[in-house]
């Protein structure tokens, strides 16, 4: 058996292990389209030799530029790498300027992009960069098409030199570098080795919950992202099926076709599917309403390994057979587990899809660490709601005396490309600095309790961790997005971009017709009644922590308008600046 230990020595693991029918699947043109496991091989080597016929080297750079999810993105990525050239994965949603520099940074030669929108973005800078040349995944008129570069053709001579590039590969060499998606300044390139990322899938592989070879997992967080990245490759390690969403629209069409057992997400989604499934339980009327609302409220109280005791169990067997199947249904019915990664995630979420038999598996990482240090999973009590798990096998953490979590491990980032400076400032030793807070008890469970950079002191000599207090807020129906701000203030305030859809339909209820954005954000009766969603969270604070005032902010927060990163993180000092004036009206009145 094959002894994984570059990265693209996972798919014949997977070949000789489980030789897959469909090892990734994408819809083409309404029909799921498939790859065996060796055929998936069969393509990487016939991309490899067509990038070697085009002049690509051993470290050279290949951009990689994809607005959904695809089977090419993997087939050139096991191509790039055994051929000892590096991946550099971008998000697509980022501007054109940030495109050119990460290109010219990275030095890439070649960017391969997605569909028309990319490349339409890509051939207003490519004459800035040293790009030879831009393949497409779609077929796009007037563009290269990546197909073209696939040889299929046996010639011994280049079937040599690829298996000789890939015996020389050493675990510890570069395998890509990931560009983070920063909240300020321009983003890092975080360098990571086919060791980086090899161990980390190795020892995250006992917390999959998961029967081995015969799985299935829907995939679309952007593959761009380390955990997605990663977690693709630990699903051809485990020799489960992946297939991948045409886009966040089709995803509920996408998983009743598919019917996974296990998918992954950003809790933003949790929170939009937990949102959507309640406005429908708010429509519902007599028994079967008071029927969902019951079901919820005990799925809330939810706490694993039975803790709650027989009565409780037995109300949630009810629960489960009357109310959280038809969950299940629209999730595919086969979803037993799901995995939040990214930001905190609310607990509530944690409670109420685990009630559901569907947990959410809460992890913790960041792209310098390739990204898993922590994930929850159901074996040996590992399982702690409000904590994001226990630390794997083989990495070490430690909380520095200022609360910040420290790491250690074959996980931890080479460092970042072309700035020693900046890898420096990140690391004691071989340890990593999070510029997280966090707690780690006796039985090495990590919980995080907020970013060190993000903490700000009052005027009257306070701290406030605005974390703990937006995740609190955002429980709320009405509240989006929620920025808590007061750094050197008299008191916290926060800003809000309210869940303009869930408003409308509470106007409704109450009679208000909204017609327009100033409608909402300056009705008397709607900012009462976020008030009073204010002062409930409140309770659970200190008195200078709690909210004393708040602002609406007039339109919906987006990685577009530059509110949020890619992964969809606050810019807290884009939001500042771009809401300067509702801030100064906090504080002037």
């Known amino acids: 058996m094959t002894e994984v230990t570059r990265i693209f020595d996972f798919p014949q693991y997977q070949l000789e292990k489980y030789n897959l029918k469909n090892a990734f699947s994408t819809k083409h043109n309404g029909v799921w389209e498939s790859l065996s496991s060796e055929e998936f091989i069969a393509h990487a080597n016939a991309l490899s030799r067509g990038l070697l016929k085009l002049g690509v080297k051993p470290n050279d750079k290949i951009a990689v530029i994809s607005s959904n999810n695809r089977t090419a993105w993997n087939v050139l990525d096991i191509a790039v790498l055994q051929i000892g050239a590096q991946n550099v994965p971008i998000y697509p949603t980022i501007s054109a300027d940030d495109f050119e520099y990460i290109i010219n940074h990275s030095e890439s030669t070649y960017c391969f992009v997605s569909d028309q929108e990319v490349v339409d973005k890509i051939n207003t800078i490519k004459d800035n960069t040293k790009l030879k040349g831009v393949y497409t995944f779609d077929e796009i008129p007037n563009e290269n098409y990546w197909k073209t570069l696939l040889d299929f053709d046996n010639d011994a001579k280049i079937d040599e030199e690829i298996k000789a590039i890939k015996d020389s590969i050493k675990p510890e060499e570069l395998a890509t570098i990931i560009y983070t998606s920063g909240t300020t300044g321009k983003p890092k390139g975080v360098m990571l080795s086919h060791k980086n990322l090899v161990s980390n899938v190795l020892d995250s592989t006992p917390r999959v919950p998961l029967e081995h070879g015969n799985s299935r997992a829907l995939s679309f967080l952007p593959v761009c992202h380390v955990f997605e990245r990663m977690i693709l490759y630990l699903y051809q390690y485990c020799g489960i099926e992946v297939y991948f969403a045409e886009s966040i629209d089709t995803m509920s069409d996408n998983l009743k076709e598919v019917k996974p057992e296990i998918m992954t997400a950003v809790p933003r989604l949790y929170e939009k599917v937990y949102d959507k499934i309640v406005a429908k339980g708010a429509e519902l009327t007599g028994i079967k309403k008071i029927l969902f609302f019951w079901a919820i409220n005990l799925g809330l109280k939810f706490e694993p390994y039975g803790k709650n005791g027989f009565w409780y169990e037995f109300q949630l067997k009810i629960a489960n057979k009357v109310i959280f199947n038809k969950w299940r249904e629209a999730l595919g019915g086969n979803m037993n587990t799901m995995v939040s990664g990214s930001a905190a995630l609310q607990p509530r979420l944690i409670r109420v899809f685990s009630a559901a038999k569907m947990p959410i598996l809460e992890g913790y990482g960041l792209t310098e660490t390739s990204p898993v240090i922590s994930v929850n999973c159901p074996f040996n009590g590992g399982i702690k709601i409000g904590t994001v798990g226990r630390v794997i096998d083989h990495v070490e953490v430690k909380i520095a005396d200022d609360g910040e979590i420290l790491v250690k491990g074959p996980n931890v980032m080479m460092g970042y490309y072309k700035d020693p400076e900046k890898t420096a400032e990140v690391m004691t030793g071989d340890y990593f ?72 339909e509470w106007g409704k209820r109450h009679n208000i017709e909204f017609e327009n954005i100033s409608d909402i954000i300056n009705n008397t009766k709607l900012l009462n009644r976020i008030q009073t969603e204010i002062d409930i969270a409140n309770r659970d604070f200190g008195k200078w922590e709690q909210i004393k005032k708040f602002r609406i902010t007039p339109d919906i927060w987006s990685i577009e308008a530059g509110h949020l990163t890619p992964t969809l993180k606050m810019r807290r000092k884009i939001i500042l600046e771009k809401y300067k004036d509702l801030i100064n009206s906090i504080y002037s009145s």
């Open 433 to 504: 600095h999070t510029g997280d807070i966090g707690e780690l008890d006796n039985d090495n469970f990590l919980t995080i309790t907020d970013r060190k950079k993000e903490m700000f002191k009052t005027s009257g000599g306070k701290y406030v961790a605005p974390a703990l207090l937006e995740n609190k807020f955002k429980q709320s129906r009405f509240i989006d997005q929620v920025m808590v701000i007061g750094e050197g203030k008299k008191m916290p305030a926060a800003l809000i971009q309210i869940n303009f859809e869930f408003v409308k």
